[in-house]
């Protein structure tokens, strides 16, 4: 019994140690229309790995210490001020079209320091408020 058993678990974790990740393949789906993994690690260009191949622009960041390591590989870290990624040549998804958004967050342990009246901060928006057709995810703190 204790022979089976050991060449059960053996069987398991040779079967376990063997297989492959695979990682998600960001042009499968293609209604897809941007795909920035923050993988680079370094520099100041945040590579669309979709087929568009909209690659972003750090901006306000020096492309060095905001690359950091992440849930599920590279991160940027944003200083909470005037950081952000810009996506040139590009309206975006437009009209009343459906839209889905992922990202990861990382909140930071303690906020302070913000003026007076400044109780939120843009996570991620798209579109320009001069047509009014502007969309933001806030972080309430």
């Known amino acids: 019994m204790c022979k089976k058993l050991f060449l059960l678990i053996s069987f398991i974790l040779l079967l376990g140690l063997s297989a492959e990740t695979v990682a998600a393949d960001p042009n499968s789906d293609p209604n897809l229309v941007g795909f920035w993994r923050f993988g680079d690690g370094t520099g100041l260009t945040a590579v669309d790995s979709s087929v568009y191949l909209r690659d972003g622009t750090?901006?306000?960041?020096?492309?060095?210490?905001?690359?950091?390591?992440?849930?599920?590989?590279g991160a940027l870290d944003f200083d909470g001020t005037d950081d952000y990624v810009r996506i040139a040549d590009y309206n975006?998804?437009?009209?009343?079209?459906?839209?889905?958004?992922?990202?990861?967050?990382k909140a930071p342990a303690s906020v302070g320091g913000f003026p007076d009246g400044d109780w939120f901060r843009a996570v991620l928006g798209w579109g320009t408020y001069t047509t009014s057709q502007k969309w933001n995810i806030n972080l309430n703190y």
């Open 92 to 105: 975006g998804v437009l009209g009343n079209n459906p839209r889905t958004t992922m990202f990861w967050l």
């Open 58 to 73: 750090l901006t306000n960041m020096a492309g060095t210490t905001e690359w950091v390591a992440g849930k599920a590989g």
